[in-house]
């Protein structure tokens, strides 16, 4: 697989996300000093709730632009056969039958896309799943702890 495609896929839809977290801030703003929420007595809080959801807003678009940057600068690595998984790897997991293939980025877990009609998810060094792949190379048979399961789970590729 082309994983500069993938990384170029995952940076496209973070600055999706972000072009709608930008709008969302600027409507939330504008909302929060509009005339029209204006407090009316002490117990009128529209337009403190509005600069509230406008900084939350805001914050996440930050952190969707330091994502951003970070995709831009990870370069597409091969991984060879033997070396652990490390940031930049997609990895191939079979878990009870089934296969599922994650990119261990450095932010943005959650993330999905669709490449060469296989979903791929994003998946960071800390998150359970992750914390558990960083360092296996492929071929290794794990117990994975998910919650309070644990299931077997088999490392079939790592690119």
Do not use: C
């Not at 337009?47 to 678009?61: F, I, N, P, T």
């Amino acid at each position: 697989m082309n994983k500069r495609a993938i990384i170029q896929k995952i940076t496209a839809k973070l600055v999706a996300e972000l072009e709608v977290y930008l709008r969302a801030a600027q409507f939330s703003r504008a909302e929060a000093t509009h005339e029209s929420n204006k407090a009316e007595n002490k117990y009128d809080t529209r337009g403190l709730e509005a600069s509230y959801l406008a900084r939350g807003q805001s914050k996440q678009a930050a952190e969707l632009e330091a994502a951003i940057a970070e995709y831009q600068k990870l370069t597409a690595r091969k991984f060879a056969v033997g070396d652990p998984i490390n940031i930049g790897a997609l990895i191939e997991l079979e878990q009870l039958g089934e296969t599922a293939l994650y990119f261990l980025g450095p932010r943005a877990g959650g993330t999905e896309i669709i490449h060469d009609r296989k979903e791929i998810l994003v998946i960071t060094p800390q998150s359970p799943l992750g914390e558990q792949l960083v360092g296996q190379p492929a071929g290794t048979a794990l117990q994975l702890k998910l919650g309070r399961e644990t299931r077997p789970a088999k490392i079939i590729g790592v690119a």
